[in-house]
């Protein structure tokens, strides 16, 4: 199979629009995807590259032996090969200054009597970050230089990413060369990436666990989840093509806290908020539909048993309901009564005048 009729495909394939399997954090989220167990959440680059177009490519990038750095012919000089990745760069608008670049794949042929090349290049980034960029270019003679890259036939896809693809092809018996080789991109080794690229955010960091998190499509970034061998944790943000994001970090407390983002490598206890009283009633078999936080009200917490008491008001609980909610392993029961029973036990209802 032919890489430069694959990759080709994926570009047009993408403009299509092809469907993708997406995850949803929450509200609070916005469009912030996490990883699932299997899929990306959201498309990989400008040109709406989704999780399986991402995945052929790494399968079809094999199956060409395009990755066989070492047998590639007629390889350009260093400086011709950052030349173009600079080109590439300024076409996908990337947030890159580059430091090394290395031909990753080469492949040419025929379409419709037009000869085209298509290239794979690896790059790394002053900031610690590193990418594939992959261009598909006509060719207007045997022999000579390809047409400068454009947007519609170029692609980036960042070393996380790629690690991310990788690394699922392989859990599935799927051979993949897809991961990042360069020196300055750690040789590979995500921890030492992650780490890089922590510091570079200004974070002092031994990463022991590192995960892709996934991408925010409003400012063109994606995240990386890092666990820190002092117990701490955080989301790293670098940027994607068409953004301008120098890498940063979060905590992973106020991660979950300002953004209702959950990290998996680092337990963080969950602030207590009307949500979780909400959701908590919501899956029981209480008859109250909630529509507002204002029909929300939080009167305080036992002593003893330590349920949180909230009232709510709903039409179908006409003389008002508080709940006596257990919460964080606690495992007093559950409980709900109405305004005017809350009244004997000392309370009294903020949202529901009691008969």
């Not at 000089?77 to 080469?106: F, Q, S, Y």
């Not at 897809?178 to 300055?184: A, E, R, S, T, V």
Request: charged share 20%; with cysteine; glycine share 8%.
């Amino acid at each position: 199979m032919n890489i430069s009729k694959c990759i080709l495909a994926l570009v047009v394939m993408a403009g299509m629009g092809c469907a993708t399997t997406s995850y949803a954090q929450g509200a609070a989220a916005g469009a912030l995807s996490p990883t699932g167990s299997a899929d990306f959440g959201e498309d990989r680059s400008t040109l709406g590259m989704n999780p399986e177009q991402a995945r052929r490519i790494s399968n079809y990038i094999y199956s060409a032996e395009a990755m066989n750095r070492i047998g590639l012919k007629k390889v350009a000089t260093k400086e011709e090969l950052m030349v173009r990745a600079k080109e590439l760069i300024t076409v996908l608008k990337l947030a890159c200054e580059p430091t090394d670049v290395e031909l990753a794949g080469d492949s040419s042929e025929k379409e419709a009597g037009k000869l085209y090349q298509s290239s794979l290049y690896e790059i790394s980034c002053t900031d610690g970050n590193g990418y594939f960029l992959n261009s598909h270019d006509r060719v207007r003679k045997e022999g000579g230089k390809p047409d400068h890259p454009t947007a519609a036939t170029s692609f980036a896809l960042s070393c996380m990413s790629a690690d991310k693809i990788h690394n699922d092809d392989i859990q599935n018996g799927v051979k993949s060369e897809l991961y990042c080789h360069l020196q300055n991109n750690a040789g590979g080794d995500m921890l030492t990436l992650s780490q890089r690229l922590l510091a570079a955010a200004g974070v002092n960091c031994n990463v022991s666990q590192y995960k892709w998190f996934g991408v925010k499509q409003e400012s063109k970034t994606e995240f990386t989840e890092v666990a820190c061998d002092n117990g701490t944790g955080y989301l790293l943000q670098t940027a994607l093509p068409g953004g301008d994001a120098k890498p940063s970090a979060m905590n992973c407390t106020d991660a979950l806290a300002r953004n209702g983002l959950e990290c998996r490598l680092t337990k963080i206890a969950k602030p207590v908020t009307l949500a979780t009283f909400k959701e908590y009633l919501a899956n029981t078999k209480v008859e109250c539909s909630v529509t507002d936080y204002d029909h929300i009200k939080v009167l305080g917490r036992e002593n003893t048993k330590q349920r949180y008491v909230v009232e709510f008001k709903c039409a179908q609980q006409p003389n008002g309901l508080v709940a006596f909610i257990p919460l964080d392993g606690n495992t007093n029961s559950f409980e709900t009564v109405d305004c005017k029973t809350v009244k004997t036990r000392g309370l009294t209802c903020k949202l529901t005048t009691a008969p």
